[in-house]
């Protein structure tokens, strides 16, 4: 008996689960985004398997692009709504963008912060 929810504080999405569009690194790289940029927009994702609880706001997840297996940080985000599916063990939600990295921030994060292999640089 039991049940398993992980406890996250990295929204870790692929373009699929619902990574924004809009954020491309090419782009941020020649014009840094903004947090500002993305003011008033709600973004969603889903199918994020397994069950499990993010962070909820006011505290800070971290945004992660998860590309190929390789984690791209771009900043932080809080997250507004999220439901656990129990039928198919995934999670979906919606948050908002609250701080985008600087380029040599996301690039010192992208390395450091993850585990080996999973590096994006």
Known sequence: MGSYIELNDTLQITTEQGFPKELILEAHLKKPFEAKDFEGRVFSFKDKPNM???H???TRCFLVH???GKWLYWG???IIEQ???ADTKTTSGKFIITKI???EHQKAM???EV???KEYF
């Open 52 to 54: 499990r609880i993010f």
């Open 56 to 58: 909820t706001s006011p």
């Open 66 to 68: 998860n590309i190929n």
């Open 76 to 78: 932080h985000c809080l």
């Open 83 to 85: 439901t656990i599916h």
């Open 101 to 103: 990295y600087t380029p």
């Open 110 to 112: 992208s390395k450091y």
């Open 115 to 117: 585990d080996e292999g």
